[in-house]
């Protein structure tokens, strides 16, 4: 059953007249998504907040630190992916949501304003959420941590967090030791499964927008079996740090992301899998408004915490 406070922030949005993205040119769909995350999130928490460009693989990557007022050093450090399809969402918009992890988990936490698509299609926000993370590890200490990482993503930001989890493991390094992959898109166009039947159309994230947001990403490119697109395609998924997957109940995203933590639980990972039945695709965010909300947003702390202590 549908959360009642996920029905009323619905009725809300419906009531308010909020757009649907995919009839918007990428820059109006940006301004909705911004608008959408500012009216449900919590205020941003009383931690330190610095902006740092590096040098990426296109140019300057911008990102976005998030300190605790009284730092641990021998902590690792949190490297957050936010969502929007890969073609909205920027760190500003999750400031809420970062600032609460590190104020909740003790541990700094970095975003990458990772470049979107259509202007920057698929691997470009791959390409720079790797440069991000070894950025982070190279210069862990000088950000008051240690050079161990729990990479976190939501969405399209869990899909660049398997992917990191999987690069890493390839490459040996940098050191990702915890993933937490909250409705991470893992999957290509899977429209067979039945999150996809049952919840395509009348919730956050339908049908429709993910082909929106996939045909922009892809550009028109035959990737459909590359991992670092759709990490529900690795051959081999062993080897990987430990997982908590979240998923939504009401989500088209739900059922590839059970597949995904069985694949790994198989393997041989660690898995915690959590399904918030009444909830919809990108409550994260929505936790000024969502007792469920706060609490991912707790179980999530308390899970990097725990995997990032010294």
């Given amino acids: 059953m549908l959360d009642i406070q996920m029905q009323s922030l619905l009725q809300g949005m419906q009531q308010a007249g909020v757009p649907d993205m995919a009839d918007l040119p990428p820059q109006a769909a940006r301004q909705v998504y911004s608008r959408i995350m500012a009216a449900a999130a919590e205020p ?6 610095a902006d740092r460009i590096i040098a990426g693989p296109g140019g300057d990557l911008a ?3 998030y300190s605790p007022r009284q730092p641990d050093p021998q902590r690792g450090v949190v490297l957050y992916l936010h969502g929007g399809g890969f073609v909205v969402g920027t760190p500003r918009d999750y400031d809420s949501v970062a600032s609460a992890l590190c104020e909740q988990s003790g541990c700094v936490v970095v975003q990458a304003e990772y470049r979107l698509a259509p202007e920057h299609p698929f691997p470009a926000p791959v390409e720079d959420a790797w440069a991000a993370a070894c950025w982070v590890a190279a210069h862990a200490h000088e950000l008051g941590a240690q050079p161990r990482i729990a990479v976190v993503g939501d969405s399209a930001g869990g899909n660049l967090a398997a992917v990191l989890a999987l690069l890493a493991r390839d ?3 940098p050191a990702i030791v915890q993933q937490t992959l909250i409705y991470p898109l893992v999957a290509v166009r899977p429209e067979t499964t039945g999150s996809y039947q049952r919840y395509g159309s009348g919730y956050t994230l339908t049908t ?4 929106y947001f996939h045909d922009l990403y892809l550009g028109g490119q035959p990737a459909e079996g590359d991992p670092r697109l759709a990490p529900l395609a690795a051959p081999d998924v062993s080897g990987l740090p430990p997982a908590l997957v979240m998923v939504a109940g009401y989500d088209v995203l739900r059922d590839e992301g059970i597949q995904y933590a069985h694949r790994l639980a198989q393997a041989g990972t660690p898995v915690t899998l959590v399904e918030y039945s009444g909830m919809v695709h990108g409550f994260i965010g929505m936790a000024g408004a969502l007792e469920a909300g706060r609490q991912a947003l707790a179980q999530v702390a308390d899970a990097v915490g725990r995997a990032l202590a010294g």
Avoid at 44 to 49: L, P
Avoid at 208 to 211: A, D, E, N
């Fill in 44 to 49: 941003v928490r009383a931690v330190h907040i």
């Fill in 63 to 65: 990102l976005r630190i």
């Fill in 171 to 173: 490459r040996a390094g």
């Fill in 208 to 211: 429709r927008l993910t082909h």
